[in-house]
């Protein structure tokens, strides 16, 4: 028997994470024509995971890649709650790596939708 939905959750949950690393992939490259390096992807740490750590300068952003089927739903994508895990993580990030901590850190997200260009926003949160 097969009844709807049985079966379901684990197959869109996997289609949702490789969607969600194509839309960090494609963030990425976005930040790298940009003139960023990335020094983290999909950064797991004891506090949260990092999407991306790019550095520019003496700038390193701690970027979240939020991706939506629609354009319209992406302005409010980043909650206060996933704020506050990603100011903890980059906080751990840069009590691991001390040469970043001589950084000014910011914290910026990257929205992609399909058939877009990713949208970067720099510094959209203040910790």
Known sequence: MTGKGTGNGSEKRRRARRAGLRAETAAAWFLRCKGYRIEAK?????????DIAARRGGT????????????????????????????NAAGWLLSAR??????????????????????????????
């Not at 950064?43 to 990092?50: A, D, F, S, V």
């Not at 302005?75 to 506050?84: E, H, L, N, P």
């Open 42 to 50: 999909n950064l797991r740490t004891p506090l949260g995971e990092i």
């Open 60 to 87: 390193l952003a701690i970027v979240e890649v939020k991706r939506r089927p629609d354009a319209a739903d992406l302005g409010s994508a980043v909650t206060a709650a996933q704020q506050r895990r990603l100011v």
């Open 98 to 127: 001390p040469a970043l901590a001589r950084l000014t850190v910011r914290f910026d997200v990257v929205l992609v939708a399909p058939g877009r260009l990713p949208l970067h926003l720099p510094n959209a949160w203040q910790a």
